[in-house]
């Protein structure tokens, strides 16, 4: 190949690129751009193209550059990558278009000089640049038409998980963190280890066209089972070896940790930490995503849209001899991406739920979803994927049994509406929370919501049938708020309606569990028998002490409070259950003052030991998007009780805009206590004397 010297230099425009993709917060070095949407790089030359020579682009792509494209001298079909060229005298300007359906990842580009009989008089091919999904052009199939939500669910680095139970409903703030540094050649190696990747590299970069695909892998990949996935998953309250689900506040240290460590899985992570590292690749990689808190979120193993909830007569759950059994979790996270389903027929576009925590294996792999919220809500089933698993979370029908001991099973009636309820994500306009129930099922008792549940198949609970007498005694359980460290009452109500007195056995229990119902051991338990006069109700209250509740609950675990009730005349025995999260106390961070990119700020942490007892081992956690990284300050000595501990620490930020200051705090007594500042971050402009 002769080499005539024509190319002296490349010019891949990143700045002007960068910012019409908005892609500048990833990186302004570097060039970045999003698909189906054209930008333009600069060949310097020595001199102006000779007469009849013309310029080829070859773009390559993949693992040791096995997918080859040639990009086409003029628009051709839609499908097609082309390039128009302008030049003036020693400069010429080439605009490159990719198709709205082109393959995401990291391109090499090869611009070779020709000679008029088609020889390579010269090539310049160390050009590089990473394309991603484009959710502002129209074409592609993440477009997404609203600006405001295009601001939230792809370039919003904070986010809003929801935690705690369906009536006490917790805010915790996460940090995505997506445009951070090599956050998004992190999210292409998450892609790069999958085990299509490593099958068939060539095959898996020939399908990174399709969203569909791609969040199907990533899916699978955010979790550890079967393949190189970031998370392992932990909810046995034993993560030696680890960092405690809970103690995360942001996805950028899992993401490094499983990249620094090469591929190899970090520990560990619970249903709010794999869907928020989701969250946060995908909206790197440029499809809208939010995160999903479904509070009383049903795991049916079996798949007969029913929960069914073994007791054994202590009102203990029963262990099924190994195997796995259905449980109803207080809270379960997940995300929905944006996106056509050109996979299925009409009416299927839009949100799609994709669930990254292991439970169930897709096609043989620890995968769930892209199934669109629209066939949920229908209870079209058949609707790939893994639509009948995600139904049946905001679905099944919850069935309480207490096995005798002779083996005989008997159905307890309990008072507790159903599963899948306030549905939450975070607003597009602010840190509160959005309601969309109505997006998954149609709203309880409709005429709609029969219909759906027949269609699915799931059983229609019909009301005490007319024969048996409805229940006369009705079981209720009340309770405040109450604060981590404090004593509180709990109040169990027996309301007669009926026009006899009633005698009855009441048992009351409260039992440590986790989110996700696993059972952590008995605080308080008692048996006494009650007479409630007709049209009348008994109250018992029920003193919980510090010093009783600590033994065996944990702060981050709520405490559940069962309430069981046998009379004879009465058809059923009743159970109430009750889940009494915690509160925490805050942390209190501020950073006064104005922030300017790069200048120090000064920022402080305090927190007031609320227990009447000392903590050992404090240490605050502190990460940010665009303002610092990950970083641990660890307190000196004990924290006494009502005492308040001060912490100040320096920083630079690093990029300008409303920026969020995360801090957990952990010690041996204390737990998930968390708090956060807002930082604006300006740009200082100097002026020249």
């Not at 576009?349 to 066939?375: H, I």
């Not at 940010?624 to 300050?633: D, P, R, S, V, Y």
């Not at 990029?655 to 500042?677: M, S």
Request: glycine share 8%; net charge negative; aromatic share 8%.
């Amino acid at each position: 190949m002769a080499n005539c010297g024509l190319i002296n230099d490349v010019d891949l425009r990143s700045h002007e690129n960068n910012l019409a993709h908005r892609t500048r917060e990833i990186d302004r070095e570097r060039l970045i751009v999003r698909r189906g949407q054209p930008f333009s790089i600069t060949l310097q030359c020595s001199k102006s193209l000779p007469p009849k020579h013309h310029l080829e682009l070859v773009l390559h792509l993949g693992k040791r550059d096995k997918v080859l494209i040639k990009v086409q001298k003029e628009r051709g079909a839609g499908d097609k990558w082309w390039f128009n060229q302008q030049g003036v005298q020693d400069e010429m300007l080439l605009t490159l278009h990719s198709s709205a359906d082109a393959i995401i990842g990291q391109y090499r580009l090869a611009v070779l000089m020709m000679s008029p009989d088609g020889r390579i008089l010269e090539k310049a091919d160390k050009i590089k640049f990473h394309l991603l999904f484009n959710p502002w052009c129209k074409d592609d199939v993440v477009y997404l038409p609203d600006e405001s939500l295009l601001q939230e669910y792809v370039m919003n680095e904070d986010g809003v998980i929801y935690r705690g139970t369906w009536d006490h409903i917790k805010s915790n703030p996460w940090n995505y963190g997506q445009f951070e540094d090599y956050v998004m050649d992190i999210c292409f190696e998450v892609l790069d280890n999958s085990k299509d990747a490593l099958k068939n590299s060539k095959m898996d970069v020939e399908h990174r066209y399709d969203p569909v695909y791609v969040s199907r892998v990533i899916t699978a990949m955010v979790n550890s089972n079967g393949d190189r996935g970031v998370l392992t998953g932990c909810w046995d309250d034993s993560y030696s070896g680890g960092v405690p689900p809970y103690r995360w506040t942001g996805s950028v240290p899992i993401l490094q940790q499983w990249s620094k460590a090469g591929a190899r899985a970090v520990k560990y992570g619970q249903c709010w930490v794999f869907a928020a590292v989701a969250c946060t690749v995908l909206r790197c990689l440029g499809i809208p995503t939010r995160l999903i808190t479904n509070f009383s979120s049903a795991h049916d193993v079996d798949g007969n849209l029913s929960i069914d909830v073994l007791l054994n007569e202590r009102l203990e759950p029963l262990a099924l001899d190994g195997r796995k059994k259905d449980s109803s979790w207080n809270f379960h996270c997940w995300v929905e991406s944006w996106m056509k389903r050109d996979d299925l027929p009409k009416g299927y576009d839009g949100w799609q739920v994709l669930d990254p925590t292991p439970q169930e294996l897709s096609d043989g792999e620890f995968c769930c979803g892209p199934c669109p919220v629209t066939a949920i809500k229908e209870g079209n089933l058949g609707v790939k994927y893994d639509a009948p698993f995600l139904f049946a979370e905001v679905n099944a029908d919850i069935i309480h049994w207490i096995v005798q001991r002779d083996g005989q099973r008997k159905k307890v009636s309990v008072d507790q509406s159903g599963v899948g309820r306030n549905i939450s994500t975070k607003s597009v306009y602010g840190d509160y929370r959005d309601d969309v129930t109505l997006h998954y099922k149609y709203p309880e008792g409709s005429k709609e919501e029969r219909e759906v549940y027949e269609k699915a198949g799931r059983k229609v609970t019909e009301p005490t049938n007319g024969s048996a007498e409805p229940g006369q005694l009705k079981l209720s359980i009340k309770h405040a708020k109450p604060v981590f460290g404090t004593d509180f009452d709990v109040i169990v109500e027996v309301k007669n309606e009926g026009s006899r007195d009633a005698h009855a056995k009441l048992t009351m229990l409260v039992m440590a569990v986790t989110y996700n119902s696993l059972h952590r051991g008995e605080c308080q338990r008692q048996t006494i028998s009650v007479t409630v006069p007709a049209h009348k109700a008994y109250k018992e209250v029920l003193r919980l002490h510090y010093d009783d509740y600590a033994r065996c609950v944990s702060e981050h675990h709520p405490m559940r409070v069962k309430a069981f009730l046998e009379a004879p005349g009465e058809n059923e025995p009743i159970m109430t259950v009750a889940n009494i999260p915690l509160s925490m106390p805050e942390l209190l961070v501020q950073a006064p003052g104005k922030a300017f990119v790069r200048d120090q700020v000064t920022a402080y942490i305090s927190f007031t030991n609320p227990l009447p007892v000392a903590l050992k081992g404090g240490m605050f956690t502190v990460e940010g998007a665009g303002l610092l990284t990950a970083t641990e300050i660890h307190v000196n000595g004990d924290i006494f009780p009502g005492l308040m501990v001060s912490v100040e620490f320096v920083f630079s930020p690093m990029r300008t805009g409303v920026r969020k200051l995360l801090v957990d705090f952990d010690c041996d007594r204390l737990k998930d206590v968390k708090g956060a500042a807002t930082v604006v971050v300006g740009k200082r402009y100097h002026v020249l004397e």
